[in-house]
């Protein structure tokens, strides 16, 4: 399991100080680029030459509201993975580890020049597989 924090701050929230239902999304990828930059890859994962990591499939599901202030932990687990895809769930915890928000993610890697279904880097599938539950 991979843990990344993040402060919630006010531009996060709607008017009521709660955070705003699609900044979870944001928060959680940027954990997931935490995660990625944890692998310490040869070559550039979000901007390279010869494939890209679309997300196929994303859901969240809200248990507790999460307020302007607060800190959350962001907890990353690798639930599946295949040759060329990938899922992640992430758990959001407040201080006193209460789930707050739970999101999944499926992605897949293509060839960014035909968008074809190709095999994920081994360094990848390495550094995933020490986060697999």
């Given at each position: 399991?991979?843990?990344s924090e993040k402060k919630i701050s006010f531009y996060d929230c709607d008017p009521a100080g709660v955070l705003f239902f699609a900044r979870v999304f944001e928060i959680c990828h940027s954990a997931y680029?935490?995660?990625?930059?944890?692998?310490n890859l040869k070559e550039d994962y979000w901007?390279?030459?010869?494939?890209?990591?679309?997300?196929?499939?994303?859901?969240a599901h809200y248990h507790k509201p999460i307020k302007y202030g607060e800190v959350i932990t962001v907890?990353?687990?690798?639930?599946?993975?295949?040759?060329?895809?990938?899922?992640?769930?992430y758990?959001?915890?407040n201080?006193?580890?209460?789930?707050?928000?739970?999101?999944?993610?499926?992605h897949v890697f293509v060839e960014?020049?035909?968008?074809?279904?190709?095999?994920?880097?081994?360094?990848?599938?390495?550094?995933?597989?020490?986060?697999?539950?």
């Open positions: 399991m991979f843990k680029e935490d995660l990625i930059r944890e692998f901007n390279n030459e010869n494939y890209i990591v679309p997300i196929l499939n994303s859901e907890e990353i687990r690798v639930t599946t993975i295949k040759s060329s895809s990938f899922e992640l769930e758990s959001c915890r201080k006193a580890d209460e789930e707050c928000a739970v999101v999944k993610t499926v960014k020049a035909t968008w074809k279904k190709q095999k994920m880097k081994t360094e990848i599938y390495e550094g995933l597989l020490k986060h697999y539950v």
